[in-house]
């Protein structure tokens, strides 16, 4: 079955404890991405990765950093969490190119007190 | 870069009404557009996408939706609305190489009895 698999679906962590939340696809595609959402602003992108060892800047880039090693994961990582970063994650993935429909994760849920 | 509004905050209508959810776009170039659902506590689904061709597109779940350029529209309707529509609604556009994917804010839509 075609999946983006996050974890973990649901954290509550404190303020400047670094945390990762990985992301993996099972369909071979190129593109990932994460978005944060939040309410009344819709999804927001924060990175995204057009292939392996390759990352750009989404529109929320601050406060998070991405890897991609492999083509099928793509963490996120939060160095020093702060409360403002409480929200519902979400990774994405799409073959490249245009016209490919994008497959989301379940999301994640984030709390940082 | 592309930007995506959604007039609508919150829509209700009543089981058996018909529903148009409304999404205008800004972009440059003919856009690539989706429409997705997020049930409560769910993740993303596509209803449905345009990416050329006919104007009017069919999706699941008995929704269709309407690119008109001259207005730089993409109108989301369902005839007749059922309970388990109950959900908010993102409009969402993809620029012309495939990176950048810009969600609305979302419409969030209750279904009366």
């Known amino acids: 079955e075609a999946q983006v698999t996050q974890n973990p679906r649901y954290l509550i962590t404190v303020t400047g404890k670094k945390l990762t939340v990985t992301c993996s696809q099972n369909m071979n595609h190129e593109y990932m991405s994460w978005y944060r959402q939040d309410p009344g602003l819709g999804l927001r992108q924060i990175y995204y990765s057009m292939n392996v060892e390759v990352t750009d800047k989404g529109d929320v880039p601050e406060g998070y950093k991405v890897s991609r090693k492999e083509k099928r994961n793509f963490p996120l990582i939060l160095e020093s969490p702060s409360p403002n970063q409480t929200s519902l994650y979400f990774c994405a993935s799409s073959l490249r190119g245009t016209g490919n429909t994008i497959y989301f994760g379940e999301g994640s849920w984030l709390t940082v007190v | ?113």
């Open chain 2, 1 to 113: 870069a592309q930007s995506v509004t959604q007039p609508d905050i919150h829509i209700t209508v009543s089981e058996g009404a018909s529903l148009e959810l409304r999404c205008n776009y800004s972009y440059g170039a003919t856009p690539y557009l989706f429409w997705y659902v997020q049930s409560p506590g769910q993740g993303l689904q596509l209803l449905l996408k345009y990416f050329s061709g006919d104007t009017l597109v069919q999706g699941i779940k008995g929704f269709e939706a309407e690119f008109k350029r001259s207005q730089s529209s993409f109108n989301l309707r369902k005839p007749s609305v059922h309970w388990s529509d109950a959900a908010e609604y993102f409009c969402a556009v993809m620029d012309n190489y495939g990176q950048n994917f810009v969600f609305g804010p979302g419409t969030r839509l209750s279904v009366l009895p």
